[in-house]
């Protein structure tokens, strides 16, 4: 895959939480005995943010993972190259045996996508370890196969075949705070086709 | 007597370590990334850098100070900057999870683009440079030739003011290069922090050296003077430079931070104590200690200074984490207080700092002309 | 209906086809399942996927399960399932199997009824014991003294326990969830339960939802709603339901006002002439005419010997009255005139229609804007766009709300007749049934009776004990699938007798039931109260004996699937044994065991043996009770056996046969008196009740009125099931464990997000709840919302734990069951006052 990233539906979700206990599950099956799994989220231990908001009177929710930026600041801020592009898929990754958990990526992403893990006080974010091992097996990231409300998806970009691209031509779609110049990959839709 | 008081200096220190070790091992994770230790270790790191700006008057600038006192007192300024810069260090290993691995990773790793790389780059030449400053002017006490070579005093000198000024500027900015936080972001904190350094160096150099040498009365009075000029005019260009930083936020999304600290939920701490103690009663201080000579005056406004300058370190960094925007451009808030993880780290660091800078002051050659005697360059 | 079938008796049987087959196979070591590995899951290695279905609310939505060395590691959803998954409650199947809350021992009580203090005791004694406490209450009081209650797990076997205890009180939790509704269906439709018809979700245009929250239980319906790419969705509700956060119109109303509202888009749609005229003629009783008594004309009043079932019509083009079944007439919807009866009188008649238009003239969209707090425009916007879009109005499932929920869904039907969209594509639709075998039927042979289950054993009928006596709830209500309402009552005051055993199974009265108290009183009066569970809901505190079941993941299952309209079956596989140190068994072994020590007769007529005692002896009669159930399913839709079995095996469920539309009531009458559908019920006008709906305002309750006192109103969610609840992740929701309050509300109180209040009961003066506030737009003002099945007790919960949080509205309402239907009202009026 040359460009992949996430599509999240805020016109489809439900907030069933059904993507943030996947990911969890999956990605952080050790987290939950523990009394204060995700201490900086106040959270359990998954990659998947839920922000409860009002767009003009209106409650809606809307639902966060890193946004896989073409223009990472969590990757510029890095000071030991732990965070980088994957050569093949441009995906942010963290190499863990460089990360000295200096946190600065942490408080670079403007979209507070990482959280601090508190075992090994390194940054954890979306994809997980499950999720990384299904897309290199061509599955999709547990939150986009469990989703009831067709909610999500996850694919390439940059092939106008693919699910995600069809869906984004026929929908109305943003990506958030384009304006940082962070070009971040994931996209929005608020109003499907 | 002298060997007593050593060897419990020695003892603190270790105890020192200990407690901020302790503290690291039971660190845990806070509701925001950069807490208490960061804080504390921006402090000292502009202790640290601050106050070689003031060294860097005479070093380099041959600015001698009323009754030569720089000249006189150079060594200890010296010291004193070189001290300083250790519980920045410790501080900074311990808030990271791999504290062995940190410098080297960081320093290999050519990350050119981020700031924290820098940040190594040059502590690692800060202290470098300032190290080999100090043992220069230890050996040339007793050597002729090093004496006469000016011109590699010059350059040594020139080196650390360099690399201090390239410091703090640095560290400013690598809050200010995080769009994340909109309170940080921009270009103001390169020079808001070389301010802050000098004034928050300043006055550690003045308490350090002063209460060091209460019993002098030239120094007593010297200082008066130089450490209150400074006060005078670097509070006026430090809130100078906050008040258009403040001015400029209200256009901005850092409004919704700054609004915070203006008039809001941390309004309290920051009108009384960073602007009634840190501005006001500073500057009254240190006007009534030229106009009357008084060392008391300059004494009080120093700590007042010190507290003042920490307070704002604190405001600085963890207020505008508090309060930001969330991915939806709304503000998000959270609530911190630091934990006793942090503290403990605090502690220790500020007890390794103190039996540090008070074992270098006994064991080293920091007199006006005084030669060392043992082990090359120890007195 | 439910039955079980465990995966190593299917496959023995099967096992020779499935060797051979060229499917590679992986091995569940854990149980010696076998399963075909067909995912690129398995091939990242150690991985392993069971097809399922959840277990986690009553849904049961189609899943499967991925295992990680052997490890139960996450959950997707079941591809290809009529009824997929998933939500939140599914995906925390990880934290069920071993949770440190779960029941592991049988427990015994020690201390009074509600202290909680047990002590542990090995299945023998306790099902002994038990044993011995039944037959003395049966002596003493008769079989008909015992009663069951339940929710939908194990509910397939419950008329079998009717049997095997010879009682007829096996009242399930329907009375607190859908039974208004139910009989609502019953009544306009000739349906049952909530997927007895359901909109045509995936092909709908438009759809209405009053009263109803998509997305809540049955994610399977969600999913095929979202799948739907051109549906335009508008829900009306006090608080805006989940949907609402995506593309759907929010329309908020006042609580207990919905049959106004959907009275009056019925007015609109009628005076503006959008109603199916075709439909209503020939397919409703809208054309049937009624006498000024309110009852249909029918031939038997026209003349001697006359059908009293040939209900009559007005014929336009013959000018008289016929059956409304003659082919070729033209029905007049409004004719109003004289007729001459049998005996001379002659009587003024009406249309069915003609009555009902009268009675929508009553909520002109002005005067419902006042009544609902929804604007005029909004009622005849959307009753335009119903007609334009030939929409459909959602059935509704939960809806025990506020005490005339009953004539909330009759309106809601009835709206659906007027559009005439009936079991087409797209409208409301009747479920293909399944036709799947009764756990146990009543058959005669030379002129006895037999009480046969579906694996041939036969109890006759000299051991039905008071199966046949009537109902303690029926006795009360009349038209009631379930009341559970009436066992407290039947308690406490003996009337009609005395219960004096209760059997828990699965279900929480304590959160479920209204009034709390009274539920509490009553369980204080029992002789004997068994508790058998996976999880320490509050009622177990209450228990004489606590025995923990299994969980949907130890057991198998065969079942049909609820929410499609497609007749279909699936598999539930048992994925792994009850952790180490749970010795969980299942419910069925249970209360056969207490069955054979307390009445052996009665339990060896209906097929137990002593050797099933042994519990491994047990799981091999279970299994191939599961196969008995395979084989007849496949007897009946003539499949072959093995193709069902295969395909069981491969997906995971088999639809049996796909929806085929214009049949109920085209070709097929419905199971109401006049075979159509009936827009002024002929049932309800034969039980006494007004045959056309009205509204009435909440009977459950004082309506609130003063600035401080509001409507506080509960509801479902996609994270609400009894035991989902308490599992760590739903912790961090706090929109669950909060009340929900309006911002103009809050700010007029002065309270804050966050802060702690309390509410007052207005229907039970005195009674005090603390509880948190979540300020939201979410919900309309002076209505307080809350999710069921928060705010526990339990001392068995550890004191802080987060389960805690939240109210159980149970604790501020009143009973309240509408008279015959036997519907209850949860919902209920409070006074707020600021804590903290």
């Not at chain 3, 959803?77 to 409650?89: I, M, V």
């Not at chain 3, 006759?460 to 009631?480: C, I, N, Q, S, W």
Request: hydrophobic letters at 45%; aromatic letters at 10%; glycine letters at 8%.
């Amino acid at each position: 895959m040359a460009r992949p990233a996430h599509l999240w539906d805020m016109s489809r979700c439900v907030a069933c939480m059904a993507c943030v206990i996947a990911c969890n599950t999956a990605n952080f099956p050790e987290y939950m005995r523990r009394g204060n799994p995700n201490p900086q989220w106040s959270w359990l231990a998954s990659n998947i943010r839920v922000w409860w908001i009002s767009v003009g009177g209106r409650p809606r929710v809307l639902l966060t993972q890193c946004m896989q930026c073409d223009n990472a600041p969590c990757v510029k801020a890095c000071p030991t190259k732990a965070s980088y592009y994957d050569p093949k898929t441009g995906l942010v990754t963290i190499d863990y045996r460089l990360c000295i958990g200096c946190k600065a990526c942490v408080v670079a992403c403007p979209y507070g996508a990482r959280w601090m893990d508190p075992e090994s006080h390194m940054p954890n974010k979306c994809l997980g370890p499950e999720c990384e091992r299904r897309i290199e097996n061509g599955l999709k990231p547990v939150c986009v196969t469990v989703c009831p409300a067709n909610a999500r998806d996850f694919g390439d970009l940059d092939d106008p075949e693919s699910s995600i691209s069809r869906r984004v031509r026929e929908s109305t779609t943003i990506r958030l705070r384009e304006e940082l110049g962070t070009k971040p990959r994931n996209v929005v839709v608020l109003r499907g086709g | 007597m002298r060997g007593l008081l050593l060897a419990t200096l020695l003892i603190a220190l270790v105890i020192g370590f200990a407690i901020a070790l302790y503290g690291y091992m039971v660190k845990e994770v806070h509701v925001i990334p950069w807490g208490l230790v960061v804080v504390g270790y921006t402090f000292f790191a502009l202790v640290a850098t601050g106050s070689s700006i003031v060294n860097s008057l005479f070093t380099v600038f041959h600015y001698r100070g009323p009754d030569g006192i720089l000249e006189k007192v150079i060594k200890y300024g010296v010291w004193f900057s070189l001290a300083s810069i250790v519980p920045a260090w410790i501080l900074i290993l311990l808030d990271l999870a791999k504290p062995l691995e940190g410098f080297f990773r960081i320093t290999f790793s050519l990350a050119l683009e981020s700031r924290i790389y820098w940040m190594a780059v040059l502590y690692a030449l800060f202290g470098i440079f300032l190290a080999l400053e100090l043992i220069y002017m230890i050996r040339s006490e007793v050597s002729e030739r090093l004496k006469s070579l000016k011109i590699l005093e010059l350059i040594l000198a020139s080196l650390v003011l360099l690399v201090t000024v390239l410091v703090h500027s640095n560290l400013g900015q690598v809050y200010g290069t995080m769009i994340s936080v909109p309170g940080w972001f921009g270009a103001h904190l390169a020079p808001l922090f070389i301010a802050s350094a000098v004034l928050i160096g300043a006055s550690g150099q003045a308490i350090y050296i002063s209460l060091y040498k209460w019993r002098d009365a030239m120094v007593k009075s010297a200082t008066t003077i130089l450490y209150s000029w400074v006060y005078v005019l670097v509070t006026l260009l430090y809130t100078f430079l906050l008040g258009w930083v403040i001015i400029t936020s209200w256009y901005s999304m850092a409004w919704i931070s700054w609004s915070e600290i203006v008039r809001g939920a941390f309004a309290l701490e920051f009108w009384v104590v960073e602007v009634l103690v840190g501005v006001v009663v500073v500057l009254a201080l240190a006007i009534y200690a030229i106009a009357r000579r008084s060392f008391t005056a300059m004494i009080l406004a120093s700590i007042a200074v010190f507290l003042a300058g920490f307070a704002s370190k604190y405001s600085l960094i963890i207020y505008h984490q508090l309060i930001t925007l969330s991915p939806s451009s709304f503000p998000m808030r959270s609530n911190y207080t630091p934990g006793s993880d942090e503290i403990l780290m605090l502690v220790g660091a500020v007890i390794v700092y103190i039996a540090l800078l008070l074992v270098g002051t006994l064991i080293l050659p920091l007199e006006y002309g005084e030669k060392p005697r043992r082990l090359w360059i120890f007195r | 209906m439910t039955s079980r079938i465990s995966r190593r008796d299917f496959v023995k049987i099967a096992g020779t086809a499935l060797v051979l087959s060229s499917i590679p196979v992986s091995i569940n070591v854990v149980s010696g399942i076998r399963q075909p590995s067909v995912s690129r899951l398995e091939a990242i290695g150690s991985r392993e996927v069971v097809r399922t279905f959840c277990g986690m609310c009553g849904a049961l939505c189609g899943i499967q399960v991925v295992k990680v060395d052997g490890r139960i590691a996450y959950v997707e959803p079941l591809d290809g399932h009529p009824q997929r998954g998933l939500c939140g409650r599914s995906a925390s199947t990880v934290w069920l199997w071993d949770s440190p809350l779960r029941l592991r021992k049988p427990l015994k009580r020690v201390g009074e009824r509600g202290e909680a203090r047990f002590q542990e005791v090995d299945w023998d004694t306790a099902l002994n014991e038990i044993a011995a406490k039944l037959r003395e209450v049966v002596a003493k009081y008769g079989y008909k003294s015992i009663a069951i209650t339940h929710h939908d797990v194990w509910s397939y076997y419950m008329p079998l326990f009717s049997y095997l205890f010879g009682t007829p009180n096996i009242i399930s939790h329907v009375g607190m969830c859908h039974t208004a509704g139910t009989v609502a269906r019953g009544h306009i439709l000739g349906a049952g339960g909530p997927t007895s018809v359901d909109p045509d979700y995936e092909n709908a245009s438009y759809i209405l939802f009053v009263s109803r929250t998509p997305g809540t239980a049955s994610m399977g319906v969600l999913s095929r709603l979202r799948g739907n790419r051109k549906v335009r969705i508008v829900v009306v509700d006090p608080r805006m339901p989940e949907i609402g956060l995506g593309d759907a119109e929010w329309i908020p109303i006042i609580p207990g006002t919905d049959a106004t509202f959907l009275l009056s888009l019925a007015h609109v749609i009628v005076e503006e002439r959008l109603y199916d005229e075709t439909f209503l003629k020939y397919y409703s009783n809208a054309p049937f005419l009624i006498k000024p008594d309110g009852k249909p004309l029918t031939e038997a009043d026209l003349v001697e010997k006359g059908d009293a079932r040939k209900y009559m019509v007005w014929d336009a083009k013959t000018k008289k009255p016929v059956d409304h079944r003659t082919p070729g007439i033209d029905p007049d919807l409004f004719y109003e005139g004289d007729v001459t009866l049998k005996d001379g009188t002659v009587v003024r008649v009406r249309t069915a229609f003609q009555l009902f238009r009268e009675r929508c003239s009553k909520y002109r969209p002005e005067e419902a804007s006042r009544i609902t707090g929804v604007p005029a425009e909004t009622i005849r916007r959307i009753a335009r766009e119903l007609a334009l879009y030939k929409g459909v109005v959602d059935d509704t499932w939960y809806i025990s709300r506020n005490g005339n929920d009953y004539d909330d869904v009759r309106a809601a039907l009835i709206l659906n007749v007027l559009l005439g969209n009936i079991d087409k594509p797209g409208g409301l639709c009747f479920q293909e049934s399944a036709r799947f075998p009764s756990a146990i039927t009543v058959v005669t042979r030379d002129g006895k009776r037999y009480a046969r289950t579906f694996y041939d054993a036969e109890m006759p009928e000299e051991l039905f004990g008071d199966v046949g006596a009537p109902r303690v709830d029926r006795a009360k209500y009349r038209a009631t699938p379930a009341t559970f309402d009436a066992i407290p009552d039947a308690i406490l005051t003996g009337d009609p007798y005395p219960v004096k055993a209760l059997f828990v199974i699965g279900t929480t009265p304590i959160h479920r039931d209204m009034d709390v108290d009274k539920i509490k009183e009553a369980l204080g009066k029992l002789d004997l109260l068994v508790v058998i569970d996976i999880l320490p809901q509050d009622i177990v505190d209450y228990a004489d004996y606590v025995l923990p079941d299994t969980t949907y993941l130890e057991r198998g299952e065969f079942t049909t699937v609820k929410w499609t309209l497609h007749a279909t079956v699936h598999l539930q596989r048992k994925i792994t044994e009850p952790p180490e140190g749970c010795d969980a068994r299942s419910a069925l072994w249970i209360m056969f065991e207490i069955a054979r020590r307390a009445f052996p007769e009665r339990a060896r007529a209906l097929g137990w043996r002593d050797e099933y005692a042994d519990y491994h002896k047990f799981e091999e009669f279970e299994e191939s009770l599961g196969e008995i159930l395979v084989r007849k399913v496949a007897d009946t839709w003539k499949i072959p056996l093995e193709t069902l079995r295969k395909e069981l095996e491969d997906k995971g469920y088999y639809i049996l046969k796909r929806k085929e539309y214009m049949v109920r009531p085209y070709k097929v009458a419905l199971g109401t008196p006049s075979g159509k559908c009936e827009v002024y019920s002929l049932t309800a006008l034969g039980l006494g009740l007004d045959p056309l709906p009205d509204y009435r305002p909440p009977p459950a309750y004082p309506l609130p009125k003063a600035d401080d006192e509001f409507y506080l109103v509960n509801g479902k969610g996609p994270l609400i099931s009894a035991h989902a609840l308490l599992m760590e992740p739903m912790r961090f929701f706090r929109h669950l464990w909060s009340v929900w309050m309006n911002p103009r509300d809050a700010e007029r109180l002065g309270i804050k997000d966050g802060d702690l209040v309390e509410l007052e009961s207005l229907a039970k003066p005195g009674k005090k709840v603390k509880v948190r506030v979540w300020v939201t737009e979410m919900v309309r003002e002076k209505v307080l919302f809350t999710y069921s099945f928060v705010g526990r007790r339990s001392k068995l919960l550890p004191e802080n734990h987060f389960a805690r949080e939240g109210v159980n509205i149970h604790e501020l309402n009143k009973a309240y069951v509408i008279p015959i239907v036997g519907g209850g009202a949860s919902n209920t009026s409070v006074r707020v006052r600021r804590v903290k």
